[in-house]
């Protein structure tokens, strides 16, 4: 007893889902890899006797250490941030 074939339009069905998959795929790869990330070693460090008044965390403490992080890639201490497949090229 010979198989029953899977009609056409199924397949193109089948296909289409997966070239959508891959798009898809391919997508969230490119935007993953092109984000700017930091690079290198940079420690921005706050103490709170030398900070003077330095919330224990929240959205304030979050914008203290962007700026500490802006100001350090400013003045060269830290590497700016580039998107990821630089580093993988270097």
């Given at each position: ?36 990330v930091p690079h290198g070693e ?49």
């Amino acid at each position: 007893m010979p198989r029953a074939r899977r009609p056409l339009p199924a397949l193109a069905a089948l296909a289409a889902l997966a070239a959508l998959a891959v798009l898809l795929a391919g997508g969230f790869f490119v935007h993953w890899a092109t984000r700017p990330v930091p690079h290198g070693e940079c420690v921005i460090a706050y103490s709170r006797i030398t900070g003077g008044g330095i919330p224990e965390s929240g959205p304030a403490l979050d914008e203290i250490v962007r700026r500490g992080y802006e100001k350090a890639v400013a003045e060269g201490r830290c590497e700016p941030p580039r998107p990821r497949w630089r580093g993988w090229v270097d």
